[in-house]
C-alpha cells in the first residue's frame, strides 16, 4: 500500500487543531482509513493509505478530510480561477505516444521549507500512482517569473508543446551544471538513465519551449532556469502524459493542494491543432464544445444518484433525508433531494474536483458510511437462516480436478491473462475465427505489461506455455488446468461470456490421439454423461487426428495431436495430445 510522510505540527496548524496530541491524531486519522506504519528519521507520521484516495498524498489533502471529519468545513468546494493570461500551444509536430498537455499558473504562493517539500512529494506520489511511474502523467513546475512568454495573437504569452530531433537542442537540466541534449540527458544524467525507457524509442522527443527556448523535457526532467525554492512565489504547472483525463485530475489535485497554502490559481488556455485532437479523449474531460481550444485546470465537479433505501441496506441504519444530506455535506459532497418519478427518495450527489476515487454510488455510500462513523454501527446477525456452504460450481470443479488427479494428470493453476501472441498468433488462429478458442477477447485498455493484454479465450494456450518452460525436465509430462476463461459477447449483460474450462495436455515420446481420447472417455463415464468425437479440422492441430467433443448431444471442446508447427513454435521437440471442453458440460 502507499505511504505518505504528514507531519503532526503541520497537520494540526492546517487543521486549526493545535490542542490535539499525536495519540489523538493517530486515532482521527485511523477514523479516515490512514493507518500509522511509524515514525521518519524528522518525526513525521508515515501513514498508509488506500490508493485510491489520491487527494490524500500530501499533508493539505489530509488536513482537508480532517476539517471535514472535525465538521468545520462542509459540503463542496471549489477554488475560483482568475482568467486566463498565459497560453499552452500544441504543436503538430508532439509525438503521437505522448500527445496530451494540461496546466495551471498559480499565483501568490507562500513556500517555506516544508511547503516545498510538501509540493515535492506531492509531485512524486502522484508519479509513481496516478501517473504510472510518469509513463500515462508527468508533472512539471516551474518559477513563472523565469518565464518568458512568447507574444500569441490575442496578446496573452505563450509557451509551446512541441516534438523536437534528439540532438535539436540544448538546456541545462536540474541538478547539472552544462548544457545538455535532450539524448545525452538519457545517457549521461541520473535521471534521464532512470526514465530513459519512457522517451528513447520515439522519432521526436517532447520539449517544452518559452521565448528564450527550451526549458522542459517531459517526462524526464526540467530544466534549471525554471527550478523552483522558497523564494518563488508564482508558478507554472504543466503536465503531459498520454491520457487527458489523467493528467487534467492530477494537475486539480496539485491545483487544490496548493490553494490550502493561500495560493491564488488562474487558468490556463490549452490550444490544439486542430478540433480532433482538443476532443480526441474519453469521457469528456475535453472541451464540449467541438473546439480547439481547453481552458485548464479542470474544476468541474459531477453527480451520482443514489437511493436512500441503497444506503440504508448497505449501512444497516434507518437515516431520514436530513441526516443524509448532513452526512453528505461533512463528507466534502453535497446531497439534493431527489423524489424519482417511479415515488423512490433518492440523492443527487455532487462529488468534488479532486475525488477521483469516486466511480459508484457505493462510494459515496461508503463515504457516507465513514461521516456517519462505522465503530457507530452495531453489529447483528443477517436476516436469512441459510448455512454457509459451497457453490455448485466449486463442488463441480473439485470433483473434476480429482478425476484428473486420478488419471495421471499434474493440476495446475496459470494466469488468466495472456497476451494475443500467445493466445492466437502462436497457435495458427485469429480472432473471430469460426474455430474453438478464437473468440473475441476481452482487452486490457491499458495493461501494465505486454505479456498480460487480455483474458484469454481458452486454456490451452497456457499449458504451452508450460510445456515450453519445462523442456529441461523428463517426460511423460501429463498436465491439466480447470481454469477461467473470457471472450466478448453482446449477450452477456456484462458484455463479456466468463466461463470455466477443462483443458489437459500428454506430452512424451509416443503421446497420441488414441492417450488423449482414453483418459476424456474415463473421464466422461465417471461423470456419467454421454460423449461422442466427431472428426473436425482446427489450425493447431493435426488434420485426420483432431476430433470435436460432443457430450449429451452438445459440441463442447476439441481434441487431438498438436500440430508440429505449434509443437515447433513452443520449442517442443516430443509430440503433444490434448482436449479442452466447457466444465459445465460435465454437470
Not at 47 to 55: I, K, Q, S, T, Y
Not at 109 to 127: A, P, R, V, Y
Not at 288 to 307: F, W
Not at 453 to 472: A, D, G, I, K, Y
Request: aromatic share 6%; glycine share 8%; with cysteine.
Amino acid at each position: 500500500m502507499p505511504t505518505v510522510d504528514i507531519d503532526p505540527d503541520e497537520l494540526r496548524d492546517l487543521t486549526g487543531r493545535e490542542d490535539k496530541s499525536d495519540d489523538e491524531l493517530k486515532d482521527d486519522l485511523f477514523g479516515l482509513g490512514l493507518e500509522f506504519e511509524g515514525r521518519t528519521e524528522d518525526g513525521a507520521f508515515e501513514l498508509e493509505f488506500a490508493p485510491d484516495r489520491l487527494d490524500r498524498l500530501s499533508v493539505e489533502g489530509v488536513a482537508r478530510s480532517m476539517r471535514y471529519h472535525y465538521g468545520d468545513a462542509r459540503g463542496v468546494h471549489v477554488p475560483s480561477t482568475n482568467a486566463a493570461e498565459w497560453t499552452i500551444e500544441v504543436d503538430e509536430s508532439v509525438p503521437d505516444e505522448r500527445p496530451y498537455v494540461t496546466g495551471a499558473v498559480i499565483r501568490d504562493i507562500d513556500l517555506d521549507e516544508d511547503g516545498l517539500d510538501s509540493l515535492i512529494q506531492l509531485q512524486e506520489k502522484l508519479h509513481a500512482t496516478m501517473g504510472r511511474k510518469r509513463a500515462k502523467g508527468a508533472i512539471g513546475i516551474h518559477d513563472l517569473t523565469m518565464l518568458k512568454g512568447a507574444s500569441a495573437t490575442d496578446g496573452n504569452p505563450t509557451i509551446q508543446y512541441v516534438g523536437i530531433e534528439p540532438e535539436e537542442d540544448t538546456f541545462v537540466p536540474l541538478d547539472a551544471d552544462r548544457e545538455m541534449t535532450p539524448a545525452q540527458v538519457l545517457e549521461e544524467h541520473q535521471t534521464g538513465k532512470t526514465y530513459a525507457d519512457l522517451v528513447s524509442e520515439y522519432d521526436r522527443y517532447p520539449a517544452i519551449y518559452d521565448d528564450l527556448g527550451l526549458f522542459s523535457f517531459p517526462p524526464v526532467i526540467n530544466g534549471r532556469r525554471t527550478e523552483v525554492s522558497t523564494d518563488s512565489r508564482d508558478l507554472f504547472v504543466e503536465m503531459t502524459g498520454t491520457d487527458q483525463w489523467t493528467i487534467d485530475k492530477m494537475c486539480t489535485i496539485v491545483c487544490y493542494a496548493l490553494a490550502a497554502r493561500g495560493a491564488t490559481i488562474e487558468d490556463v488556455r490549452v490550444e490544439y491543432p486542430d478540433s480532433e485532437s482538443a476532443n480526441a479523449d474519453s469521457e469528456g474531460s475535453r472541451t464540449q464544445s467541438g473546439g480547439r481550444e481547453l481552458v485548464r485546470p479542470d474544476l468541474s465537479t459531477k453527480t451520482k444518484t443514489v437511493a436512500h433505501d441503497r444506503i440504508e441496506t448497505i449501512l444497516g441504519i434507518d437515516l431520514d433525508p436530513d441526516e443524509v444530506i448532513d452526512l453528505a455535506e461533512r463528507s466534502g459532497l453535497e446531497a439534493e433531494r431527489d423524489d424519482g418519478s417511479d415515488g423512490g427518495l433518492g440523492y443527487e450527489v455532487t462529488i468534488p474536483p479532486y475525488r477521483v476515487d469516486v466511480l459508484h454510488p457505493l462510494d459515496v455510500i461508503d463515504d457516507l458510511g465513514r461521516a456517519y462513523g462505522f465503530n457507530e454501527l452495531e453489529p447483528k446477525y443477517p436476516d436469512v437462516g441459510t448455512v454457509g456452504g459451497r457453490h455448485e460450481r466449486s463442488r463441480l470443479e473439485d470433483a473434476a480436478r480429482t478425476q484428473l488427479v486420478g488419471l495421471g494428470f499434474e493440476d495446475l493453476l496459470n494466469f488468466h491473462m495472456i497476451s494475443a501472441d500467445e493466445n492466437y498468433d502462436r497457435l495458427e488462429i485469429s480472432p473471430g475465427d469460426d474455430v474453438y478458442g478464437a473468440g473475441d477477447p476481452a482487452t486490457i485498455k491499458e495493461p501494465y505489461s505486454e505479456d498480460y493484454t487480455m483474458l484469454r479465450t481458452w486454456v490451452l494456450p497456457s499449458l504451452l506455455m508450460v510445456l515450453e518452460n519445462n523442456t529441461h525436465r523428463a517426460y511423460p509430462q501429463d498436465l491439466a488446468e480447470i481454469g477461467f476463461t473470457a471472450e466478448v459477447d453482446d449477450r452477456e449483460n456484462t458484455g463479456v461470456a466468463e466461463g470455466r474450462h477443462v483443458s489437459a495436455v500428454l506430452a512424451s515420446h509416443d503421446a497420441g490421439y488414441e492417450d488423449a481420447k482414453a483418459r476424456l472417455q474415463a473421464l466422461a463415464r465417471n461423470f456419467d454423461v454421454d460423449l461422442e468425437t466427431p472428426a473436425t479440422d482446427h489450425p493447431a492441430f493435426i488434420s485426420g487426428r483432431t476430433a470435436s467433443i460432443v457430450v449429451d448431444g452438445e459440441d463442447v471442446g476439441l481434441i487431438g495431436e498438436v500440430h508440429p508447427k505449434v509443437l515447433v513454435e513452443h520449442d517442443l521437440e516430443v509430440p503433444v495430445a490434448a482436449f479442452e471442453f466447457d466444465l459445465e458440460a460435465l454437470r
